[in-house]
């Protein structure tokens, strides 16, 4: 099985010791996006909702150079600082996403990098 490294400048680079995404056969790994900007690798905003629509557009740069579409995403993960905010999550993820949504788990953590209050990860799997 080839392994091969997606890498984009419309998603932030990585910030330590990580690729944005790993494609092995016809899966994609991607790591976790936080609401960085790609352009200036600074935080978009201390607003929740301005943080998630920056996740969600960072997943879908990362999807879109492995050669697939956020509707691609098999499973998702995505770690809040305060699970009071999943119901934003869910209304902004519904424009991200088609049904059949893919699978997914939300927790809540004390911190994440850079004092992001989210972060999304996934796995994608692309047609062969």
């Known amino acids: 099985m080839s392994k091969s490294i997606i890498q984009t400048d419309q998603a932030p680079a990585a910030i330590g010791t990580y690729s944005q995404a790993v494609k092995a056969g016809t899966t994609v790994y991607l790591s976790g996006q936080i ?4 352009a200036t690798m600074e935080m ?3 607003d929740f909702a ?9 997943l879908k740069a990362v999807c879109e150079a492995a ?4 509707n691609d995403l098999v499973k998702v993960n995505i770690f809040l600082i305060d699970l009071g905010h999943f ?6 993820m519904s424009r ?12 809540q953590v004390s911190a994440l990098p850079k004092g992001a209050q989210i972060e999304i ?8």
């Open 35 to 38: 609401p960085l900007a790609s």
């Open 44 to 46: 978009v905003s201390e």
């Open 50 to 58: 301005e943080q998630a629509v920056q996740v969600f557009e960072n």
């Open 67 to 70: 050669g697939g579409t956020t």
């Open 87 to 92: 119901a934003t999550v869910n209304e902004i």
């Open 96 to 107: 991200y996403f088609n049904k059949p949504y893919p699978a997914r788990a939300a927790v």
């Open 121 to 128: 990860d996934g796995v994608m799997e692309l047609p062969e």
